[in-house]
């Protein structure tokens, strides 16, 4: 059994940039990933990355955000900058996949 909890989220201005954490209890062994759902929408893959740090991006936030994991705190992260109002949504964090382990989500939401 894998528990997930997000941290990290807030209001933030356009432009600007927050770091999310995800501490995973359990095995560190899973594939883990960023998802995210804004209202209204189907929830979507953000970014994943893989137990030998192969990384993953939807096309919207490549080169804008930074998936990241550090193995010996069972931490991943998101970087997230050059914030724009579209990313405004509950950002999940993920293991082993749609099929796997889910955390509660944490609320990003960029406005002026």
């Known amino acids: 059994q894998v528990q997930l909890v997000e941290s990290g989220g807030g209001l933030v201005q356009p432009g600007g940039s927050l770091r999310l954490s995800c501490a995973a209890s359990?095995?560190?062994?899973?594939?883990m990933g960023w998802y995210r759902q804004a209202p209204g929408k189907q929830r979507e893959l953000v970014a994943t990355i893989t137990s030998r740090y192969i990384t993953n991006y939807v096309d919207s936030v490549k080169g804008r955000f930074t998936i990241s994991r550090d193995n010996a705190k069972n931490t991943v992260y998101l970087q997230m900058n050059s914030l724009k109002p579209e990313d405004t949504a509950v950002y999940y964090c993920?293991?082993?996949?749609?099929?796997?382990?889910w955390g509660k989500g944490t609320l990003v939401t960029v406005s002026s």
């Open positions: 359990g095995s560190s062994i899973y594939a």
């Open positions: 993920n293991a082993g996949g749609t099929l796997g382990y």
